[in-house]
Every structure is written in C-alpha cells, then in structure tokens.
C-alpha cells in the first residue's frame, strides 16, 4: 500500500508511526511512574500522620497518664485523658479543623474496643488477623474503596506494652469504678500484655494526589506530542530540502536520458544549473550526482561517436550506391552502344585530321 505514495510521504508516515509507538510507550512508563511517585507521596504523608499520633500516645502514656492516674479513684467520674487514644483522637479531631486535612481520618480499630466506636469493621479485621499471623510485619498500607471513594491507608499493629493499661482492660473487677459507669463492664475487657488487639489505622484521600498525578501526565504527554509534531515537521523539512529536492533534478535527467528527450545543449544547462550544486557535496548524493554527470558525459561522448560513424557510414553507403549505379549504366546496351558510336566519332575525327 505504502508504494504508492512518494518517498516523503512513507517517511513522514512511518516516522508518525515510530513517534506514536514511542509515545504509548514512554506514557505507559511514564503513568506508572507517576502512580507510584504519587502512592509514594501519600504513603509518606500517612507516615508522618502516623508518626505524630504515635508521639501523642507515647507522651500521654508516659507523662499524662502517671499524672492523672492517681485521681481516677478518687474523682466519680472517669478521665479520659488518662487514656492515650482518647488523646490521639482528640488531637487528629483538632488537626482535621484545618480544611487541608478535613478529610483524613484516624481509627483504633480494636476487637474488642472500650468505645464501640473504635469497633473494627471486617476489612479492618482481616489487617489485625494479618498482623497475628504475621508478627514480623511492621505495618500495611493500600488503597480502599469507601463511599465511592478512593482511600490510602497505613495501619500498624496495636497491643499493649505497659502492664498499666491492664488496670482498665483486664476485667471488670479490676477497673476503676468511674471506668465502669463510663464505658460499662461489657466492653474494652479481656486484653493481654504484648498481644495484638487492634491495628492503628490512618485513612488519607487518594483523589487529590492522584488528580495531580494525572494533570502531570496529561501535562508531560502534551509537551511530548509537542515535541514530536516538531521533530517531524523538522525533519521532513530537511529531508525534502537535502535529500529529496537534489534527488528529483537527477531522477528528471535519469527520465528525460533514457528517453532521449534532452539535446546536448540542454544536458549542458542541466549539469551547469542542477547537478554542479550536487556534486560539489561531500556526501552519498554528492557521489550520486557525480556518478550520473559522469554518465551523462560519457552517454553523449557515445551519441557524438555514434553519429560520427552514422555519418561515415553513411558517406561509404553512397559512394558503393553510386558505384553499384554506375557499374550498373556501364553494363547496359545502351551505354554500350555509346560508347561505340563515341569510338567511331573519334575515329573519323582522327582520321580527318591525318
């Protein structure tokens, strides 16, 4: 199909045909780079997240707690600041005030929580259940579809580490009483020391990342196109401009030669206008050009002694006709018969004069 088109058509056809390649190829590359550059950077916001909350349940653990611990049994009602995710909730709560962070969400999702609000849902138990049969693994993040919704998420493991905390999560008998007209006797019991019971889990909102993402790569992919659409449009110009144009004077002088439509003079204008420019250049069509000057040279040496020898070939042809036309009038009778009537003449005037 391609060979009827002319040579700078096909080229330009199948250097589209490479850019487009290149570009499915570089964009295909360059989404997924992308995706995993932006998984990446909401991976490390939830770490930070993360590691905050972390810092707030230690500080509560280890400077509030010991502080208010004391009043629990002497105050009728519970403090919750005593314990550490009360605290991390109400510090996320405050960090969500601000509208760039509204949409994060922050949970101990537990088993058996004290605050069934802190109760795990199935996917969130399937992550503790992943944590129990993998104690080697330090946290887990991806992606959750909630509400139509795309959600990143980082959980950690949850177990308790200080044998303080048993107080209130061991059994009822146990706990403080104002624990006990808080929260009940029903909830939050029956913990153990170093055994996982819930997962830290923090939800980040992936459509804005990913929207950047996206803008990124329709943005990059345009400059490409760009680019491309400039790259052949440069090259076809170059290719017409030192390729094709010095290609066309010769294919005209090939044409015009081999159908003996170009007299000496105009091969003489032709090679003096068209083809001295080419064979002036140092490279494969300066060569070209050279090897059919010099062709058409040696051609019309070739036709000069053609018609040289047609010409003497010509001149011998006549001289044998006109001998062949004269033997031919000498053999006749009647130039016979001339000639002896000539004799006979000669003879008498010869004669008379004696």
């Known amino acids: 199909m391609l060979n009827r088109f002319k040579l700078a058509t096909k080229f330009t056809f199948l250097l589209s045909l490479v850019f487009l390649c290149a570009i499915a190829v570089s964009g295909f590359a ?23 909350m972390s810092s707030v349940r230690n500080y509560t653990n280890t400077k509030i707690s010991p502080l208010l611990l004391p009043m629990v049994d002497t105050q009728s009602t519970f403090i919750p600041e005593t314990i550490p995710s009360f605290a991390v909730r109400e510090v996320f709560e405050n960090l969500r005030k601000n509208p760039d962070f509204k949409d994060f969400f922050y949970k101990d999702a537990n088993i058996n929580p004290t605050n069934l609000r802190d109760k795990a849902d199935d996917f969130e138990m399937k992550i503790i259940e992943r944590f129990r049969d993998e104690p080697e693994l330090k946290s887990i993040s991806g992606f959750r579809d909630s509400f139509e919704e795309k959600l990143f998420y980082t ?26 007209l808080s929260y009940g006797s029903e909830n939050g019991f029956g913990w153990e020391l170093n055994k996982i019971i819930g997962t830290q889990i923090i939800y980040l909102p992936a459509k804005r990342v990913f929207d950047d993402a996206n803008r990124a790569f329709i943005l990059f992919i345009s400059l490409f196109i760009g680019i491309f659409a400039i790259v052949i449009l440069l090259i076809n110009y170059l290719l017409k401009r030192n390729v094709l144009q010095p290609l ?16 000496s003079e ?25 090897v059919f000057q010099r062709m058409m040279h040696e ?13 003497k070939l010509r001149i011998e042809i006549d001289e044998t006709r006109r001998a062949r036309q004269v ?20 003879s008498k005037r010869n004669a008379g004069n004696q």
């Open 327 to 346: 033997a031919e009038i000498e053999g006749s009778e009647s130039f016979q018969q001339l000639q002896e009537e000539a004799r006979i003449m000669r």
């Open 266 to 290: 105009e091969a003489e204008e032709f090679d003096r206008q068209k083809l001295t420019p080419i064979v002036k250049r140092n490279d494969e069509l300066g060569q070209m050009g050279r």
């Open 248 to 263: 066309k004077p010769m294919a005209q002088l090939a044409q015009k030669m081999t159908m003996s439509q170009i007299s």
């Open 30 to 52: 360059l989404s997924h780079a992308l995706e995993q550059k932006a998984e990446t950077e909401i991976g490390y916001r939830s770490q930070i997240v993360a590691e905050t």
């Open 299 to 311: 051609i019309y040496a070739r036709e000069q002694q053609m018609t040289q020898q047609l010409q």
């Open 155 to 180: 959980a950690r493991p949850f177990s308790l580490t200080n044998s303080t905390c048993l107080r209130c999560h061991s059994t009822p008998n146990a706990a403080p009483k104002s624990h006990l």
